[in-house]
């Protein structure tokens, strides 16, 4: 079969989406794509074990009957009130099962969920919520001292009414509670047949343009990525996976509201990361496997160190969102001795590129590669010419996989984003070695990745120009011993006797409706930023000047 890629209409989302025939035959074949939906799974996982617990949930223990029968009920009720297949509904919550309840309820009638990560605000949320016309909105009242529904409201009114608030856990006069739309509405009386290639998840990352891009993934895409996981991580039926990421995020959208029912296992929910009460979960729940950002290794091995007591029932921890510095790994041999720990590489538009080595005994691929190249293409391509390299040669990371998302939801951003013949452009640098493992060396991308989260340099950038004591900005990844990196901005203030502060930078980012972590934590002052000839700032050079603080300062 020829590899075509061409533009195909969702019919139910109305998305226009990439659709690579070779890819998708492939994928048939191989049984990535089972051609079902999650809904599909759930409900014969519901009917042939109702008593399995799938999610631990702070002390609530939630069987995949009870699960599926919330569901149901919460489906009738989105039904009812005019949701149609294709249609988008939002959730902006911490890890609570609810989550996973949503999640499934929208795949039963082929509605289209979208996580929004509860550090996002005013800003970020009117942008989603007005990009993806987003019909209903799940939050909480209060959840870490910030009312959610006060927010969302000044948002609805800027949108001119267009979605519904429904709190979670706690009611608010006005809105809608979710257990109680549960408790009083009938379970669906039919399941509505729903394509496995249609829109089931829109998610936003931040693009170098400052404004999010909405990664379209299907329920075939979601579940090569299952499998691939699954596999990979050799998981069984009876396996538990501790799960501390956000279910708003890509991570913890997969594992903690779709493999549960894709791989018939038990799912541990974190929904505030404490480094104590992780390390108990993990022992009381006799979790097997994990996958984080680095600071959550991190803590687990100082967690480990402090009871002087190592964490064995971990068996499998996948690390990556964040650099993973070698000596990370070696040292938690100690921590977990009875676990391969691994750097991993992917993206939200393509999950997970990058496995484990072959032998559990290879610590050196483990900690001084980013992975094995797994059930995925990769080639490296000079940045300059566009040239496939050759082995062990730096370039931009371009990947093609049957876990690979469907592009993008503003269908323009898909132009700079894949090659004609079908690879995603990753924006990473790095270079193949050993013949099937990659190195990343640096990025492409204008992006922070502080604790696993995407940051737009550019978006900080506008706000902080507005300052009237800021002549010039950049704003650049700023290495970070706790979040791996975090915001840096290198600033050429108005006035010398002036100085420009960080609570200052601090005040005006939160001002501006922007999430917290996006206000800068490392701040260097210049009379002037270096440029190319051409006019460019020189971040390279920014980048290296923080490095050079950190050091000196360590």
């Given at each position: 079969m020829s590899n075509e890629v061409t533009k195909r209409l969702d019919s139910s989302s109305g998305y226009f989406i990439r659709w690579d025939a070779q890819v998708a035959s492939n994928a048939i074949a191989s049984g990535s794509w089972p051609n079902k939906t999650v809904a599909d799974m759930a409900r014969e996982l519901a009917e042939k074990e109702p008593e399995r617990v799938l999610l631990v949930d702070a002390d609530q223990q939630l069987t995949a009957g009870?699960?599926?029968?919330?569901?149901?009920?919460?489906?009738?009720?989105?039904?009812?009130?005019?949701?149609?297949?294709?249609?988008?509904?939002?959730?902006?919550?911490?890890?609570?099962?609810?989550?996973?309840?949503?999640?499934?309820?929208?795949?039963?009638?082929?509605?289209?969920?979208?996580?929004?990560?509860?550090?996002?605000?005013?800003?970020?949320?009117?942008?989603?919520?007005?990009?993806?016309?987003?019909?209903i909105v799940f939050c909480p009242v209060n959840y870490r001292n910030f009312d959610f529904p006060e927010?969302?409201?000044?948002?609805?009114?800027?949108?001119?009414?267009?979605?519904?608030?429904?709190?979670?856990?706690?009611?608010?006069?006005?809105?809608?509670?979710?257990?109680?739309?549960?408790?009083?509405?009938?379970?669906?009386?039919?399941?509505?047949?729903?394509?496995?290639?249609?829109?089931?998840?829109?998610?936003?990352?931040?693009?170098?343009?400052?404004?999010?891009?909405?990664?379209?993934?299907?329920?075939?895409?979601?579940?090569?990525?299952?499998?691939?996981?699954?596999?990979?991580?050799?998981?069984?039926?009876?396996?538990?996976?501790?799960?501390?990421?956000?279910?708003?995020?890509?991570?913890?959208?997969?594992?903690?509201?779709?493999?549960?029912?894709?791989?018939?296992?038990?799912?541990?929910?974190?929904?505030?990361?404490?480094?104590?009460?992780?390390?108990?979960?993990?022992?009381?729940?006799?979790?097997?496997?994990?996958?984080?950002?680095?600071?959550?290794?991190?803590?687990?091995?100082?967690?480990?160190?402090?009871?002087?007591?190592?964490?064995?029932?971990?068996?499998?921890?996948?690390?990556?969102?964040?650099?993973?510095?070698?000596?990370?790994?070696?040292?938690?041999?100690?921590?977990?001795?009875?676990?391969?720990?691994?750097?991993?590489?992917?993206?939200?538009?393509?999950?997970?590129?990058?496995?484990?080595?072959?032998?559990?005994?290879?610590?050196?691929?483990?900690?001084?590669t980013d992975g094995r190249i797994w059930k995925a293409s990769v080639r490296i391509e000079d940045v300059t010419t566009g040239e496939v390299v050759e082995e062990g040669e730096d370039g931009e990371v371009l990947a093609k996989a049957e876990n690979m998302a469907l592009g993008y939801a503003n269908e323009a951003d898909n132009a700079a984003a894949y090659t004609a013949d079908g690879y995603f452009r990753t924006g990473d640098l790095g270079r193949i070695v050993d013949q099937n493992f990659v190195v990343i060396s640096g990025r492409k991308k204008d992006l922070i990745i502080r604790a696993g989260e995407n940051i737009s340099a550019k978006e900080i950038e506008d706000v902080l120009i507005t300052l009237e004591s800021v002549v010039e900005v950049a704003v650049v990844a700023a290495a970070s011993e706790r979040t791996g990196e975090c915001v840096g901005a290198v600033i050429v203030p108005a006035a010398a006797n002036e100085p420009v502060t960080l609570s200052e930078l601090a005040d005006t980012i939160m001002a501006f409706g922007l999430a917290k972590q996006k206000c800068p934590e490392r701040l260097i002052i210049v009379e002037s930023l270096p440029k190319t000839a051409a006019g460019k700032v020189r971040k390279d050079e920014l980048r290296a000047w923080f490095k050079q603080e950190l050091d000196l300062n360590s």
């Open positions: 009870a699960l599926f029968e919330k569901a149901s009920r919460l489906a009738n009720w989105l039904l009812l009130k005019g949701i149609r297949p294709g249609q988008r509904i939002s959730f902006m919550l911490p890890n609570w099962h609810e989550a996973n309840i949503i999640n499934l309820a929208a795949a039963l009638i082929g509605a289209v969920v979208h996580p929004i990560v509860p550090i996002f605000r005013e800003v970020e949320c009117e942008y989603m919520l007005r990009d993806c016309a987003s019909r927010m969302l409201d000044r948002v609805r009114q800027s949108l001119s009414g267009q979605f519904e608030i429904i709190t979670v856990r706690d009611a608010r006069e006005g809105s809608p509670l979710l257990q109680t739309i549960i408790s009083e509405t009938a379970p669906l009386d039919q399941f509505l047949q729903v394509d496995p290639d249609s829109v089931k998840l829109i998610i936003y990352t931040s693009g170098t343009t400052g404004q999010p891009k909405g990664v379209l993934h299907s329920h075939n895409t979601i579940h090569a990525e299952n499998l691939k996981t699954k596999s990979a991580a050799k998981l069984a039926k009876d396996d538990v996976m501790f799960n501390p990421s956000p279910v708003t995020h890509v991570t913890g959208a997969l594992y903690g509201l779709n493999l549960p029912w894709f791989a018939s296992m038990k799912v541990v929910l974190l929904d505030t990361w404490n480094q104590v009460k992780a390390y108990d979960l993990i022992e009381e729940n006799t979790c097997t496997y994990m996958a984080g950002a680095t600071p959550f290794l991190q803590s687990l091995i100082a967690e480990s160190r402090l009871r002087q007591k190592p964490l064995t029932s971990l068996r499998r921890f996948t690390c990556g969102g964040a650099g993973v510095p070698p000596s990370l790994i070696y040292e938690a041999r100690e921590a977990l001795p009875n676990c391969l720990v691994w750097r991993a590489f992917g993206a939200t538009e393509c999950p997970t590129i990058t496995v484990a080595p072959d032998s559990e005994g290879d610590i050196e691929h483990a900690a001084k």
